[in-house]
């Protein structure tokens, strides 16, 4: 579970704190603090400033239900819903620099899907990465899905256009590819990952149900650069929010939904493939603000 991420912010708003200025000020410093984006974060306190001076707020109590219900409404702006075509397999691309936990949130994905009643199929795109093919097929094995891989160093695009071939052959109704985060060649991330897009839409006669970023929720403010860079390459449709434990301060999602329109799908909490779920704005935001 979530818990407690703006923790210090609730403190600050405890009861019968006064509304004032130092109060805005120390406000804006615990947000940014938060992994909140500096614009955003400004934003927010200019936003209750004139709340209060319209007398929408008239206390601490409503300053914290106030940022809850505005940072749920910013949240909660986009289809945050998983979309998969009737014509089988739907595909679901899956890209993220590495270390941000991608291989991991594919098995978990995939073992999300296989509990709601799918054939998922992995296929393992990221052949660039040492022991990625190992990695996958580790987690395959786990949760008891198939793969498709070819050797270490093989083309990406080829193993998706594979997949999908093979999943129609097996009866596998989802495909989830896992890509390259990283080339140890010359070639560019960014063109490969369009090359996989272009054959995976020529494999399918239409384009990738969805393609999801996954970030690790403990990199800050450096998880939104990384979504502009995969979004300036691809059709993103939404993300994954990794490694979202008590470690992590949670507010650069904030920033990302509100400067880049991009909805979180999915929040991955721990080790196990069953911490997982679809995100939930509302209970998001509610956490954010529970005690610790």
């Known amino acids: 579970m979530l818990r407690g991420f703006f923790g210090r912010i609730t403190v600050l708003l405890s009861r019968g704190a006064r509304l004032d200025d130092d109060l805005f000020d120390q406000l804006e410093e615990e947000l940014i603090a938060a992994d909140v984006g500096v614009g ?19 206390s601490a109590e409503d300053a914290t239900a106030w940022l809850r219900q505005r940072i749920e409404a910013i949240l909660a702006a986009d289809d945050g819903a998983l979309h ?10 899956v890209v993220g620099v590495n270390g941000t936990g991608k291989t991991t949130s594919i098995a978990k994905l995939a073992a999300w899907l296989k509990a709601h009643g799918r054939t998922p199929l992995l296929a393992a795109g990221d052949t660039f990465r040492a022991a990625a093919i190992d990695q996958l097929q580790i987690w395959a094995d786990r949760i008891g899905v198939e793969m498709v891989r070819h050797q270490e160093g093989a083309d990406p695009a080829a193993v998706v256009f594979d997949a999908v071939q093979a999943a129609r052959a097996r009866g596998a109704d989802v495909v989830i590819a896992d890509t390259a985060g990283r080339l140890h060649t010359r070639s560019n991330l960014m063109g490969e990952l369009k090359k996989i897009h272009r054959v995976a839409e020529r494999a399918l006669e239409r384009p990738p149900d969805e393609v999801l970023v996954v970030l690790d929720a403990t990199t800050g403010q450096n998880a939104v650069e990384q979504v502009r860079r995969f979004a300036e390459a691809l059709p993103l449709s939404g993300i994954v929010l990794a490694k979202m434990d008590g470690t992590a301060r949670g507010g650069v999602i904030i920033t990302v939904s509100d400067e880049l329109g991009v909805p979180i799908k999915f929040v991955g909490t721990g080790e196990k493939a069953t911490d997982f779920a679809p995100f939930d704005a509302a209970a998001f935001a509610r956490d954010l603000f529970a005690p610790q």
């Open 40 to 58: 955003v974060a400004t934003r927010l306190v200019q936003e209750l400033r004139a709340a209060v001076k319209k007398r929408e707020v008239a």
């Open 84 to 93: 998969l075509g009737a014509a089988a397999p739907a595909l679901i691309l």
